[in-house]
């Protein structure tokens, strides 16, 4: 005779096991708020827990300092879930849990007061404070979860491989180009070992990339060093696929003369109106051009962000 469903009627056999297992079926719930819960005393309550731990009805798990208790339903054998629910349809009717309800919505309603008393006290740090938990960039890499990961995407004046390296862990193929010898031995230094990232020598207005190779297309603080950008809008359009999409950072309008020698720009930062003739002078459609917003501590002209997409078939 199989004895585990009479081990079960057992451990249920005192009420105050089943008035227990009531808001454990549907919360996590430490020691001290299960007295309070119960109004029980700690002793009597930790008695119980044993008993019903024993016979697999609850499991705990530790947070921090504090460890917690509940019945996962899922995980119980056959013949306590079918007891179970005999059970609670009898012990939920009772005044005494009637009462446990009550007193279950005021312990959780604590634990959303102690959650809200933080962060009114911490709103005014809470964005250093996170920072020096998590650092200041994990929601940057969180979001590029969302990105498809079949995508093939192409960091066009890819620099030292910064975008690249970003981006690479979250996509199916990087195609990085970049016109400066020195700037792809340091992209290839810095993305070593990352198979799917194709690092090639290359001038924007001449891309090294097949027609139509590009999901999406990244020009980030590359145009203001071209010679002719609409020239290489027209190569980035060249290489997107049909509903390939083109991503522009730069600079808006500025008086910086002194980048022309120092950094070798040849535009002072582009207005929307000029990026939006580029683009749709390059058939691109559905532009959009937002400011960026600026950083406190960037010593450098505002930015704007630039999207397009490539015609679903030319005209």
């Known amino acids: 005779m199989n004895t585990q469903i009479l081990d079960h009627m057992a451990a249920l056999a005192d009420p105050i096991r089943c008035r227990m297992l009531l808001p454990l079926e549907r919360h996590e719930l430490t020691v001290n708020e299960i007295c309070s819960v119960l109004q029980l005393p700690q002793s009597t309550v930790s008695r119980h827990l044993k008993t019903l731990a024993d016979d697999g009805w609850v499991v705990s798990r530790r947070d921090g ?20 629910p005999l059970i609670r349809e009898q012990v939920s ?24 008393a933080f962060f009114a006290s911490a709103s005014g740090q809470w964005d250093r404070l996170r920072t020096e938990l ?12 969302l990105i498809d990961p079949g995508l093939t995407v192409g960091d066009l004046g890819c620099g030292t491989g910064q975008v690249s390296e ?48 590009l999901d999406v297309a990244i020009v980030a603080l590359v145009l203001h060093h071209v010679p002719e950008p609409s020239r290489a809008l027209a190569e980035v359009h060249r290489v997107l696929k049909p509903c390939g999409r083109v991503l522009i950072v730069d600079m808006l309008p500025h008086d910086r003369e002194e980048y022309q020698q120092q950094m070798g720009h040849v535009w002072l930062g582009f207005s929307e109106k ?42």
């Open 166 to 213: 970003l981006v690479a862990p979250h996509v199916a193929r990087v195609i990085a180009v970049d016109g400066s010898t020195d700037m792809v031995q340091a992209a290839r230094r810095r993305l070593k070992g990352a198979a799917h990232v194709d690092i090639r020598r290359g001038d924007m207005e001449a891309l090294p990339i097949d027609d139509g190779q």
């Open 65 to 84: 300092t504090s460890r917690f208790y509940g019945m996962v339903f899922g995980d119980l054998d056959p013949g306590a879930q079918r007891l179970w």
């Open 134 to 145: 998590f650092g200041d960039r994990f929601h940057l890499h969180a979001l590029l979860a």
């Open 93 to 116: 009717t009772t005044n005494g849990a009637d009462q446990d309800e009550r007193r279950l919505k005021s312990v959780l309603s604590r634990r959303r007061s102690k959650s809200e």
């Open 274 to 315: 000029t990026i939006r003739k580029y683009l749709e002078g390059g058939a691109f459609e559905k532009a959009t051009i937002t400011p960026l917003p600026t950083d406190d501590t960037a010593k450098g002209p505002a930015l704007f962000v630039a999207t397009a997409r490539k015609a679903k078939s030319d005209r």
